[in-house]
């Protein structure tokens, strides 16, 4: 999904973080999903999760995602790479990230390629 | 917004709780000020929060937060009477609501006749 044109990836600063975009990020449920196989796989490329969405669907998942604060992306050759912002989640909003994790267990997605 | 003709307000019992549910209702500002006020004021009667909205809408709203199990409603009379279910969601979520009182702090609306 990584492009030579691509514009700059913006993460919002921890400070900026907020509960209720996020919450409202989580409230779709291939979001959700997106978040809880990131919970299991640390880092996976945009292109092997194996959800039923178109790729601008999911190129505009993944951008909300990221604007939101739940996940870090970045480009690593022609792949872009998402992991979960686990330790600044964790500092402004102790306990959110384990109790989406936990509550949306069983809706994590296949990873082509994955163990 | 009681009346006699009103169906039976149903909540959904404590172990039917979904986070996800409760985070699809908190994503909009209105429903997120409703539950802030509620935060503040123990008991709050529907047609008592200044809120922008028509009381069509604010029905709709009123009726998701207690579908998603974020407020519990009683008929008072002629008047619909609002609380949060603070020790449901407490055991069901631990944090979570304290999270989102604190978060959501500054969202309070005034209510006609409180203190």
Redesign the interface.
Known sequence: MASRTSSPLVHPDEREL???VI??A??D?IR?SIVVTLGVHTEVPCGTFELPVAKSALSRHFRILRESGLIRQRDAGTRRVNALRREELGRR????LD??LK??AGREVAVAGAD
Chains 1, 2 share one sequence.
Do not use: C
Request: proline share 12%; no cysteine.
């Open positions: 907020d509960l209720f919450m409202s989580l409230a449920p959700l909003f102790p306990g959110l109790l989406v509550e949306g």
